[in-house]
């Protein structure tokens, strides 16, 4: 398989929720279920626009202290910036650190942003900073964030495609990620399309517990029972 997953897993993925992804992974690959996702709780914008995949697009920032470049070296430094979103394959996912001592100080996504990106094929974004513009958003487009702020402040890009961590989850340039309101993961390339089928045993599976509990007399006996089917069932 390539390091890029094909429209028809990228769809499938899609249709899931991201417990659901994580619950699959622990099949497709189990050395992942302590790691690979976010752990600190991040506010979901839009919950109503459901999950989002994507390559990972990242970038560092800050906002606290001025700016020590000129007007000239930060315009340049965002042109290089939107260069690298530009490149490679849709959809992508920005995942941005705020390297503040404060993250979430200054907003860097906002109206005019996240109307940009979304034209170089970034459906959203996951960070551990601030967004702001909230109403004013891209139509479509998600956001995954640690807070909601008033002002951009000082906010800059420090540094692009290289590893970045957010809310707990380490994440490379490329990396497919899957997110919604319950926060983000990392799939790794080589389980991907193996992720669906993960996820449909896990639902025939957890039919049986959830049936046997909704059904008439449910007992410790009949769970039992539901259990040995469940754990049967491949």
Known sequence: MTDRSSADVLNALRGLDTPTVCNALELVAPDRRGTGYTVDHLHCVRPELGSMVGYAKTVRIEAETPDPQSAEEKQAKLVDYFTYIAEGDDPKVVVVE??????GFGAFWGEVFTNVHKSFGAVGLVTNGSVRDIDQFAEGFQALAAKVGPSHAYVRVVDFGGPVSVA????ADGDLIHADRHGAVVVPHGVAAGVPDAADLMFRRE????GA????????????EAMEQAATTD
């Open 213 to 224: 509990a909704k059904g008439p007399d449910f007992s410790v006996e009949k769970l039992r």
């Open 98 to 103: 705020d390297i503040d001592e404060r993250p």
């Open 207 to 210: 039919a049986f517990i959830i």
């Open 168 to 171: 707990g989850m380490d994440v």
